[in-house]
């Protein structure tokens, strides 16, 4: 199915990672790991399910679970969040419309109605989606959730210049979403893109087909939200909650607590449980300390995880098995180039003079969970067609070859180009991202280019990357994409044409008539006649454009402690799906 943006430290740290296979009591996947195990997602449905949730076999009540992550999420509100793992974390305290199942033989996702009653029935010219709405449902302080709630969320999406990095499509599909700006601006309480004609129905007007809307419904964005109790950039610090469990206390950058939201009805939740107390998320943790802590198991640390990638070389301490937790995620990872700022001649020159082979080595990749990645589209993506161009497939020495050097230097020279610079943000407080930015000056360096760093903290290198117009020209945000459903639709569209680099989810910033309306041409296609399409629009932005360098597809391989129960991979996203954890001694 789905998402986001992932984070990544200077595009060197996977932001998420679990295991992919049925939900059991045991730690270990029915996939076979990794981007080429087979696994493709379908865009599964069972607009029929109901709550509650499945029970685990063995699963037990009681106790806390830790998360020790390296990486910091940017937010919490649910407007502004558009990377996988504030997604996932949020799925703790936020329903929405629609939510992912994970199918209990297979591990693939299925999409079932959440707080709605159904999936969305589309009138005739596909224009207007009408969804019925579950009733009772209350917030976290026990007052009811109302039809307007929803009305409010949407409207309030629009407001892209508060909420800039949450996901667009609306602003895309969605009736004058190129024209309203959201509830604060003047007449912001006017929005004809929906309406509510009862108190259990929500009805979305678009401006064209969007066929996935569904999928889409499935986004924090789609959780409820109280006008009365919107207070704007602070709304994340005390989030009313629908879901099992609610915000404790938020420290940005630092931690969130979260405990059981005593309002949360499972006869209505198909999907999540309430198995644990509450949750206890570190962030900014050092990676190496804190997934060795998990391995050790020591204390209360065998009841924590790391949703990153193990460290590579921490590989040798792991005794036992059940503490990896592998699978599929359908991501692919990049370094993104401003195309607005490196011409095309020099873009080739990035390419050839990169070390793939020495990057993968100092980020700690393995082809089990990094394998190499040539296109945009990853495996698990619908119509995905695997091939290779010339020095685009993530591996080779690039300038650390003395020959490769001269011939870049001797083109940069010929071109009028000595000396060009190249810039990125890079985390001072981290040393993965630390030392993948020593590789790369060294390396451009000795290939004619000059190479600048600029080091900023890790909890806020998401902030100086997210910024489209960020005095950098590689890596900015999205260094890396996961799928926001199972479609092209979810990339191509949102990442690569010109309008993207407003809605500040461009890689590259890429700005080129033609190649937008091939992509509207593909977009506008049945969804079945996409799937034959999107692998071509793939070639030709990296052939004939070439924004970003593939780098790598991501897989998950996360260390768990001991007395963990039923951590599984969610797929979607390549995260845990923390809401069936449950503590084997709690």
Same mark, same amino acid.
């Given at each position: 199915?789905?998402? #986001?943006? !992932?984070?990544?430290?200077?595009? @060197?740290?996977? /932001? &998420? $990672?679990?295991?992919?296979?049925?939900?059991?009591? =045991?730690?270990?996947?029915?996939?076979?790991?990794?981007?080429?195990?087979?696994?493709?997602?379908?865009?599964?449905?069972?607009?029929?399910?109901?709550?509650?949730?499945?029970?685990?076999?063995?699963?037990?009540?009681?106790?806390?679970?830790?998360?020790?992550?390296?990486?910091?999420?940017?937010?919490?509100?649910?407007?502004?969040?558009?990377?996988?793992?504030?997604?996932?974390?949020?799925?703790?305290?936020?329903?929405?419309?629609?939510?992912?199942?994970?199918?209990?033989?297979?591990?693939?996702?299925?999409?079932?109605?959440?707080?709605?009653?159904?999936?969305?029935?589309?009138?005739?010219?596909?224009?207007?989606?009408?969804?019925?709405?579950? #009733?009772? !449902?209350?917030?976290?302080?026990? @007052?009811?959730? /109302? &039809? $307007?709630?929803?009305?409010?969320?949407?409207?309030? =999406?629009?407001?892209?210049?508060?909420?800039?990095?949450?996901?667009?499509?609306?602003?895309?599909?969605?009736?004058?979403?190129?024209?309203?700006?959201?509830?604060?601006?003047?007449?912001?309480?006017?929005?004809?893109?929906?309406?509510?004609?009862?108190?259990?129905?929500?009805?979305?007007?678009?401006?064209?087909?969007?066929?996935?809307?569904?999928?889409?419904?499935?986004?924090?964005?789609?959780?409820?939200?109280?006008?009365?109790?919107?207070?704007?950039?602070?709304?994340?610090?005390?989030?009313?909650?629908?879901?099992?469990?609610?915000?404790?206390?938020?420290?940005?950058?630092?931690?969130?607590?979260?405990?059981?939201?005593?309002?949360?009805?499972?006869?209505?939740?198909?999907?999540?449980?309430?198995?644990?107390?509450?949750?206890?998320?570190?962030?900014?943790?050092?990676?190496?300390?804190?997934?060795?802590?998990?391995?050790?198991?020591?204390?209360?640390?065998?009841?924590?995880?790391?949703?990153?990638?193990?460290?590579?070389?921490?590989?040798?301490?792991?005794?036992?098995?059940?503490?990896?937790?592998?699978?599929?995620?359908?991501?692919?990872?990049?370094?993104?180039?401003?195309?607005?700022?490196?011409?095309?001649?020099?873009?080739?020159?990035?390419?050839?003079?990169?070390?793939?082979?020495?990057?993968?080595?100092?980020?700690?990749?393995?082809?089990?969970?990094?394998?190499?990645?040539?296109?945009?589209?990853?495996?698990?993506?619908?119509?995905?067609?695997?091939?290779?161009?010339?020095?685009?497939?993530?591996?080779?020495?690039?300038?650390?070859?003395?020959?490769?050097?001269?011939?870049?230097?001797?083109?940069?020279?010929?071109?009028?180009?000595?000396?060009?610079?190249?810039?990125?943000?890079?985390?001072?407080?981290?040393?993965?991202?630390?030392?993948?930015?020593?590789?790369?000056?060294?390396?451009?360096?000795?290939?004619?280019?000059?190479?600048?760093?600029?080091?900023?903290?890790?909890?806020?290198?998401?902030?100086?990357?997210?910024?489209?117009?960020?005095?950098?020209?590689?890596?900015?945000?999205?260094?890396?994409?996961?799928?926001?459903?199972?479609?092209?639709?979810?990339?191509?569209?949102?990442?690569?044409?010109?309008?993207?680099?407003?809605?500040?989810?461009?890689?590259?910033?890429?700005?080129?008539?033609?190649?937008?309306?091939?992509?509207?041409?593909?977009?506008?296609?049945?969804?079945?006649?996409?799937?034959?399409?999107?692998?071509?629009?793939?070639?030709?932005?990296?052939?004939?454009?070439?924004?970003?360098?593939?780098?790598?597809?991501?897989?998950?391989?996360?260390?768990?402690?001991?007395?963990?129960?039923?951590?599984?991979?969610?797929?979607?996203?390549?995260?845990?799906?923390?809401?069936?954890?449950?503590?084997?001694?709690?």
């Amino acid at each position: 199915m789905q998402w #986001k943006r !992932i984070t990544a430290v200077a595009a @060197t740290v996977m /932001l &998420a $990672a679990v295991a992919c296979g049925s939900p059991s009591s =045991s730690n270990n996947s029915g996939s076979n790991g990794g981007a080429d195990s087979g696994t493709t997602q379908e865009k599964a449905t069972d607009p029929t399910a109901k709550g509650p949730a499945k029970e685990l076999d063995g699963a037990k009540k009681g106790g806390t679970v830790t998360i020790l992550s390296d990486v910091t999420p940017d937010t919490f509100d649910p407007t502004n969040t558009y990377y996988v793992d504030g997604n996932q974390i949020e799925k703790l305290f936020y329903r929405t419309l629609t939510q992912y199942q994970l199918d209990e033989k297979t591990g693939k996702p299925v999409l079932v109605p959440d707080l709605a009653e159904d999936l969305g029935t589309k009138s005739a010219d596909g224009l207007t989606w009408t969804f019925k709405l579950k #009733k009772g !449902i209350k917030y976290s302080d026990g @007052t009811p959730v /109302l &039809a $307007a709630d929803y009305a409010y969320a949407i409207k309030r =999406s629009f407001a892209h210049d508060l909420y800039d990095s949450g996901p667009t499509y609306q602003i895309q599909f969605f009736k004058d979403g190129d024209k309203y700006k959201g509830p604060y601006a003047a007449g912001g309480a006017d929005y004809t893109g929906v309406e509510t004609p009862d108190e259990n129905t929500l009805v979305i007007k678009l401006a064209k087909k969007f066929d996935d809307l569904p999928f889409y419904a499935a986004f924090p964005m789609f959780t409820p939200i109280p006008k009365a109790k919107d207070t704007q950039k602070n709304y994340e610090q005390k989030p009313l909650a629908t879901g099992p469990y609610m915000v404790q206390s938020y420290n940005a950058g630092t931690s969130l607590n979260l405990v059981k939201n005593p309002n949360w009805d499972p006869n209505t939740d198909p999907v999540r449980h309430q198995y644990v107390d509450g949750f206890n998320f570190k962030f900014s943790q050092d990676t190496i300390k804190s997934q060795r802590q998990v391995l050790a198991s020591s204390g209360p640390d065998a009841s924590a995880l790391s949703y990153s990638n193990l460290d590579t070389s921490l590989l040798p301490e792991v005794k036992d098995p059940a503490q990896l937790v592998s699978g599929d995620s359908p991501c692919t990872i990049t370094l993104p180039m401003d195309t607005r700022k490196i011409p095309m001649e020099i873009r080739k020159l990035v390419a050839a003079a990169y070390p793939y082979d020495s990057y993968r080595k100092v980020a700690g990749k393995n082809s089990k969970t990094d394998p190499p990645a040539s296109t945009i589209l990853p495996k698990a993506v619908p119509g995905f067609e695997k091939f290779e161009l010339p020095g685009l497939n993530g591996t080779g020495k690039g300038a650390e070859d003395p020959a490769v050097a001269a011939d870049v230097k001797a083109k940069l020279k010929a071109a009028g180009k000595e000396n060009f610079e190249l810039s990125q943000y890079y985390s001072i407080d981290d040393k993965i991202s630390t030392q993948v930015f020593q590789l790369r000056k060294q390396v451009y360096e000795a290939a004619g280019f000059k190479y600048k760093g600029i080091g900023v903290p890790k909890a806020k290198i998401r902030t100086y990357t997210g910024d489209q117009n960020a005095p950098v020209n590689l890596g900015k945000t999205p260094a890396g994409w996961c799928s926001d459903w199972p479609s092209g639709t979810s990339w191509f569209p949102v990442l690569f044409k010109s309008d993207a680099i407003a809605l500040g989810n461009s890689i590259g910033q890429l700005q080129d008539p033609k190649l937008d309306a091939d992509i509207d041409r593909v977009t506008a296609l049945d969804p079945n006649a996409q799937l034959k399409e999107w692998s071509k629009v793939d070639k030709n932005i990296l052939e004939n454009y070439l924004p970003a360098l593939p780098l790598y597809y991501s897989a998950s391989n996360f260390p768990i402690g001991k007395n963990l129960g039923h951590v599984i991979n969610d797929v979607t996203q390549g995260m845990p799906e923390f809401t069936s954890i449950y503590l084997k001694q709690p």
